[in-house]
Structure formats: C-alpha cells, structure tokens
C-alpha cells in the first residue's frame, strides 16, 4: 500500500477509535526543543519534578528516544466539559478538582486506544515495521511535536491549543518506522489575547508562553511534596486538584468539540470539604479507584483540602480541621492548624 494512502486510511480509523484529530511530523521536527527544555531546567522552575531532568537527551529530542523511528503520529482524545469549571470556585465548602481528573484515568484510556490503532498501523504495513506508544510518562514532548505534527500551537499558557478542539484534550503518540508523509506544523492565533495569563490565581506566567512550575496550582496541588509556602496557599482557593483556570478562559473553546469516552463523565464532581478531610488511606484509595488523583495518595490530597477549608471562610469547618492537626503526617498536621488559624 502507498504511504499516502496508508496515511488517509489511518485517519479514518483513528476517528474510528474515537480520537479527535491526527497529524504527523518527524522524529527530528523540533530541533530547538532540547535547548529550551535545558533553559527552563536551568531556571529551576521544574520545582521538585526531578524526572523532568532526567533522561534529557530522550526529552529533548524524539529522534534520540528512538533512533529508528522514522515518524511520529500525534493523536488528540477531546475531554471537553459540560459545564462552566469554574464555577464551582465560587462553592467554598466544595473541592475543586480539575477538568481531566474527574472520570477515569486517562493515561489507561488513551494508552488502549493508541494500542489498537497501532496494531491496526502495522497489520496493513510490511513486515518487520514496528511502534511505540506513548501516553504522558515516558521523556517525550508531546506538545512540541504535536505542534509540528500541525494539531495546534503552545498558547501563552503552554497549553496545547487547536482552532478546531479548543484546549480540552489530551495527546498520544505512535512512534513507528513506517516513513509516513508529515504535515505542516501549525503557527500561534493567540495575537494580543491575554486572558489566561491574567486569570492565573498565583501568577505562575513569567511572561507569554512560559510557566513557572513553582507558582503553578496543578503543580502545587499534584506534584509538590511538603507544605506549599505559606504565600501561596491563601490564593489556592478550594482548588484540591489541578487547577482549569488558563484553560477554561481560553476563546478558542467555542470551537471545542465534545468528549466521546464515556469514561471521561464526571465521577468526583465537587465533593464536600468535610468529607475529605476525614479519609484515612484506605478509604481514599477506595473513594478513588481508577482516579489520577489516587497517584497523589491520601496525605497530600487531605493537605490541599485542608487548605481548601482554611481558605473557605466558613467558621463551622474549624472542627474539621481541629481533628486533624495531630495526624501522623507532619504536613498534613501543619495544614490543619493552619486551616484553623485561617479561621478563627
């Protein structure tokens, strides 16, 4: 089969598993990705995701995670809400879990999709062409390469952004050694628009696409360990998870198209402060099976809820917190006595 074919018969079934969009470039299609990752390692603005500077080599260049990959297959899964996400900032006695984590586990999801499409790939290819499939935990930049693979442009929030999608998808990538046709990258449409950089609670945007991870509510909340300076907790708000803020605020979602996977539909919602705050580490891990958020484990979750409470403004929570300033973590403890302090 010709490649160029091959390719438009690829699509169709990629839309057939339920993927939103495809675009492929080469391996070697963002050459000056390695020096901005090393620039923004340099500035330490990672925080404390020591893996991020690890394997550099691998992140910084597709090419070298697989030398023999001569093509690299971007696939967009939309995850596009049905309501207004923040408006459950204004429910103080509420958690605010981010968008993405409020179904399934999406790495599983995409991750199964990607399996069967690459199958598929190699069953009308020749034999002994082969892939890999990448969801988000392996070194590669999936933006900048979607961005060459022409699915979309990094806005000022770094997001991933697409005039066809909005902003609310997830990616996956097929590398393979099939030399397939490549598209043309896609150019920035954020022109002078702002308004995700001025929305950002903790003001985690240097300037215009750049993030500095340290500031940022998705990394305080998910991947920082330890108590959150005591400057920054107070402009966390009720946001326990991940934080929509940049996203939701982005004009291009009038053009976001809806999720299909049924397992994206909200199972966590926005649940009660009070209820949290009380999990021991079995039942959070039973309340959250099948959840991104289980990887954070019940300490750090209930340190962020009890900065939710401290923050709520809501006196009748302040036994809440009491209960749990002798918790065997030490963070946890912290963040109760200073929920109650809050709310005094």
């Known amino acids: 089969m010709k490649l160029d074919i091959l390719k438009d018969r690829l699509e169709a079934q990629a839309r057939a598993e339920g993927f939103a969009a495809l675009g492929i470039c080469a391996p070697d299609a963002v050459p000056e990705a390695a020096g901005r990752l090393a620039a923004w390692l340099a500035e330490g603005r990672q ?14 260049s597709a090419a070298a995670l697989w030398p023999e990959a001569r093509s690299v297959i971007m696939l967009a899964e939309c995850y596009t809400p049905t309501g207004d996400p923040l408006a459950v900032l ?12 409020q179904g399934k586990d999406y790495h599983d999801l995409v991750k199964r999709r990607l399996k069967r499409l690459g199958r598929w790939l190699l ?25 060459a693979a022409g699915l979309g442009w990094q806005g000022k929030h ?9 902003n609310w ?52 909340t998910i991947e920082h360990r330890g108590p959150v300076a005591e400057g920054l907790r107070g402009l966390m708000g009720n946001r326990i998870y991940g934080c929509d803020d940049c996203l939701a605020v982005c004009p291009w979602n009038k053009f976001a198209k809806a999720a299909t996977e049924i397992g994206y539909q909200p199972r966590v919602g926005a649940p009660e402060l009070a209820e949290l705050a009380v999990l021991d580490d079995a039942g959070f891990r039973a309340r959250f099976a099948g959840s991104p958020i289980k990887r954070i484990g019940r300490d750090r979750f209930v ?42």
């Open 47 to 60: 925080g404390q995701m020591a893996w991020m500077g690890e394997r550099v080599a691998w992140r910084g």
């Open 90 to 101: 204004e429910a103080r006695d509420r958690g605010a879990v981010s968008v993405y984590a």
């Open 123 to 147: 069953d009308q290819a020749e034999p002994g062409e082969a892939i890999k499939v990448f969801v988000d935990t392996a070194p590669v930049m999936e933006k900048p390469l979607a961005q």
């Open 158 to 166: 770094t997001n991933l952004l697409s005039r066809d999608l909005g």
């Open 169 to 220: 998808f997830f990616l996956g990538a097929i590398f393979t050694t099939l030399d397939l046709p490549k598209d043309v990258p896609e150019q920035s449409h954020c022109g002078t628009c702002t308004a995700c950089l001025d929305i950002c609670p903790t003001g985690a945007f240097p300037a215009p696409y750049q993030l500095d991870a340290r500031r940022c509510i998705s990394y305080l």
């Open 303 to 344: 340190r962020n809820v009890l900065y939710a409470i401290g923050n709520s403004g809501m006196p009748d929570l302040r036994a809440v917190a009491a209960g749990l300033r002798e918790d065997a973590d030490p963070t946890v403890a912290e963040a109760a006595s200073w929920a109650v302090d809050r709310l005094s």
